[in-house]
């Protein structure tokens, strides 16, 4: 429903500023612009509203010139009031129907996906741009995760959506796993560490992009 191009989700960082090794978090989205990024989420969960607002306007300024959707993680109030191109929501967060009422019909709205369960319950969201499939491998990013998905439990939840809902996978993902994952059926990748805590995030970017590249040929 929302304006979410699928090339979009190729190359998909989601922000940490405790995994940036001290660098801050336009030092570290500056970088990933450089390297092609295609879409960023701002994930902050210890901060205040106002220091979230402040952080999302400064952020959103960098992406929107370079033409990169800006995602907020969980708060749709920080997004619509920064005019953010999306939100991105946990089976835990705000109910699917009440973001995207909040937010209306031309936001990009992303649902995290941790089972076949959830999946199914998926195809009832009209209007769902895409999901994250949530970890496909374990990883000390985020200690509240389901069990891992693994490469089997990913091509079992593309089937269970089918072709026409994107998805973007999350959890565990470097440059080595990327072929199998998007093989298994997903549209991108999704990262944090990977490019939050490379010693060089815009070489780190590139390389992760290029491989997703090279695998949907």
Known sequence: ????RREALELYLVTDRSLSLGRS??????????GGVTMVQLREKECSTREFVALGRAVHDLLHSAGIPLIINDRSDIARVIGAEGLHIGQHDMEYADARHLLGPEAIIGLSV????QARACLSLDGLDYIGAS?????????????????EGLRRV???VGTALPMVAI?????????DIIHSGADGVAVVSAICSAQNPTEATASLLDAVKKVKG
């Open 158 to 160: 593309r089937n269970i």
């Open 171 to 179: 959890g565990g993902i470097k440059l080595s796993n990327i072929q």
């Open 114 to 117: 941790e089972n076949e369960e």
């Open 25 to 34: 978090l336009l030092d570290i989205v500056s970088a990933a612009i450089r």
């Open 1 to 4: 429903m929302g304006n979410l």
């Open 135 to 151: 970890p496909v491998f374990s990883t000390p990013t985020k200690t509240d995760t389901a069990p891992a998905l693994g490469l």
